[in-house]
């Protein structure tokens, strides 16, 4: 059983240059969530998919950010014009959709650390 | 905006002890769900808890919910040197979709 899987785990980059961050989710999950932490916070949801169908973004996902999930697979998560606030912790998730059994349970990966000098 | 607050925000013990944390919510919700993160790593599941259910174990963890007053506990059992992490609820506020989390309890279990 493999879990839901980032890449990279790490990345550094220089204020203003684009950055793309990628998910795999656990293969059976229909469902992909990106989540933003930050130091001394809980993770803060971002935006999810429901296979390749984006339906929901917050309010945190500015025009800089943007996601995919073109087939309904691994999704990417890309940031554009970086600035120095953006450094986080992105968090992955996945899940099945939702029935009586499993109530949602969302299952994350190990995060991709950016940092923005 | 985190719906969820955990108390205390930090908890040190001995090991062997039990360790209790709290976390209180603000909405109605479908399930709350606990979840423990190790320094700079990702969060693994612990355990979710159904808004029609008081109380859930899983091994050395017992959950408890009040939907009245909109609280769950996490009770840790006999705790080890690797419980040492900090740990979130997080609760879906009835959307099903996306989870709100607390800013976590950090727990030191000291050899």
């Known amino acids: 059983d493999t879990g839901v899987s980032q890449d990279p785990r790490h990345k550094i980059t220089k204020r203003g240059q684009n950055v793309t961050f990628r998910c795999d989710p656990i293969?059976?999950?229909?469902?992909l969530y990106w989540y933003r932490q930050t130091l001394g916070q809980g993770p803060e949801f971002l935006t999810y998919?429901?296979?390749?169908?984006?339906?929901?973004k917050s309010r945190l996902l500015s025009d800089r950010f943007s996601a995919e999930r073109p087939k309904g697979s691994f999704s990417t998560l890309e940031i554009q014009r970086t600035e120095q606030g953006d450094s986080a912790m992105y968090l992955c998730?996945?899940?099945?959709?939702?029935?009586?059994?499993?109530?949602?349970?969302?299952?994350f990966g190990p995060g991709t650390r950016l940092t923005v000098l | 905006s985190q719906q969820g607050e955990e108390d205390p925000q930090a908890l040190s013990i001995q090991e062997g002890e039990n360790a209790t944390m709290n976390c209180s919510y603000k909405?109605?919700?479908?399930?709350l769900q606990w979840y423990r993160q190790n320094s700079g790593r990702g969060l693994v599941h612990l355990i979710l808890?159904?808004?029609?259910?008081r109380e859930k174990h899983s091994g050395r963890l017992r959950v408890t919910l009040d939907t009245s007053k909109k609280s769950s506990s996490l009770l840790i059992t006999a705790s080890r040197a690797a419980d040492t992490a900090s740990y979130f609820c997080?609760?879906?506020?009835?959307?099903?979709?996306?989870?709100?989390f607390g800013k976590g309890t950090l727990l030191t279990v000291n050899p």
């Open positions: 998730a996945s899940s099945l959709v939702a029935t009586a059994r499993n109530y949602n349970e969302q299952f």
């Open positions: 293969s059976e999950h229909n469902r």
């Open positions: 998919f429901q296979n390749e169908a984006q339906l929901e």
């Open positions: 909405t109605s919700i479908n399930n």
């Open positions: 808890i159904r808004s029609n259910e």
């Open positions: 997080a609760t879906d506020g009835g959307s099903n979709y996306k989870l709100t």
